[in-house]
C-alpha cells in the first residue's frame, strides 16, 4: 500500500513573508559551502570495486572504534545495490543536537529548507507530532513526506524512520545522546507502494564535536514492492530492472548529503542553543 500524497505547495527557496514571525528566520542561509575536500577526490576516484563495498548486514560495525576502509565514495556491489558513503565534520554538534534536529525539522517546510537552501523544496510528517516526545523518539516510527532535488532532478520520496535496532545496532550502546547516536530509515517513492533502499547517519562524540558518517544502500535487494506474496516478489523483481538508480545519480547523492550535512553544521549549534526547547 502506498502512502497517500499529502497536499503541498512546491518551490525551492524563500518567497516573500515565508518566514515573518519565524523564530529560526535568522538561520536562513541561501549559500552552500564549497565541497570539502576528501568528497571532490571521492567522485574524481569514480566507482569502487564491490569487494570494498559493505552489505547493509554490516551497518552495525559503524560503533566499532576506528574508521572503514571506505568512508568516502560509491559503486555497486555485486547483489546490484548501489552504495554511497560519506563523512561529515560537525564541529561544536552532539549527537543529541542531531537527534533532535530529525525530530524538529520536519514540522515546518520552511525549517527543512534551512537545511539545505539549494535543494529542499519541501518536508511535512504523516502525522501529529508525539506529545513530550524528546530526541529519538520524536522521529523514530514516523514517517516524513520528502521533496528534494538531488542534482538536477525533483525526487519526491517517504522516509520512514525505524529503531536503530530493527537493522542489528545495539541500542544500549547509544544510551548516551552526548556520546553517539544512528538515524535508520527506510526510503520509498513517494505515491507508489515501492521502497528505494535504506539510509543510516551514525553521528559519533569527537574532540571538538561529532562526525556523521553517512551510508545508502539503494535498489538491488533493497528496492521492493509492497505487495503481498508471490505478486510482491515478482513486481520485486520488475522494478529492481527498471528502477535502479544510475551511478550518475549516486554522485548527485554523495554530494547531496556532504553539502547537506555541511551546512546544517553552521548553524545547528546555535539554533540548538535557542530554540531545542521549543517545539
Not at 545522546?177 to 569527537?206: F, K, S
Not at 535487494?221 to 550518475?248: I, N, T
Amino acid at each position: 500500500m502506498s502512502h497517500p500524497i499529502p497536499s503541498r505547495s512546491l518551490h525551492l527557496g524563500m518567497r516573500e513573508g515565508e518566514l515573518r514571525d519565524k523564530p529560526y528566520a535568522a538561520f536562513w542561509n541561501p549559500r552552500i559551502a564549497p565541497l570539502v575536500e576528501h568528497v571532490r577526490e571521492a567522485l574524481l576516484w569514480g566507482p569502487l570495486a564491490a569487494p570494498l563495498l559493505p552489505d547493509l548486514k554490516g551497518a552495525p560495525q559503524l560503533l566499532d572504534a576506528g574508521d572503514h576502509e571506505v568512508e568516502n565514495g560509491l559503486g555497486v556491489r555485486d547483489d546490484g545495490a548501489l552504495f554511497i558513503a560519506v563523512r561529515t565534520a560537525m564541529p561544536d554538534v552532539s549527537p543529541a543536537m542531531v537527534d533532535w534536529w530529525f525530530g524538529w525539522h520536519g514540522q515546518e517546510p520552511q525549517r527543512y529548507k534551512l537545511w539545505h537552501p539549494r535543494a529542499h523544496v519541501h518536508a511535512c510528517w504523516g502525522d501529529a507530532d508525539p506529545p513530550g516526545a524528546k530526541g529519538r523518539t520524536r522521529y523514530v516510527g514516523r514517517v516524513s513526506f520528502v521533496d528534494e532535488y538531488i542534482g538536477s532532478q525533483l525526487q519526491q520520496v517517504t522516509i520512514r524512520f525505524v529503531r536503530p535496532a530493527e537493522l542489528g545496532f545495539d541500542e544500549a550502546a547509544l544510551a548516551d545522546p552526548a556520546q553517539a547516536t544512528v538515524v535508520c530509515a527506510r526510503i520509498g517513492l513517494l505515491g507508489l507502494p515501492v521502497e528505494a533502499g535504506w539510509l543510516v547517519h551514525h553521528v559519533r562524540g569527537v574532540p571538538g564535536g561529532a562526525e556523521m558518517r553517512s551510508r545508502f544502500w539503494l535498489g538491488g535487494p533493497h528496492g521492493v514492492v509492497r505487495a503481498p506474496g508471490f505478486v510482491g516478489a515478482v513486481a520485486s523483481r520488475f522494478a529492481r530492472r527498471v528502477a535502479s538508480p544510475s551511478l550518475e545519480e549516486a554522485r548527485a547523492l554523495l554530494v547531496h548529503c556532504s553539502q547537506e550535512m555541511s551546512h546544517l553544521a553552521s548553524f545547528l549549534p546555535k539554533l540548538y542553543a535557542e530554540l531545542h526547547e521549543v517545539p
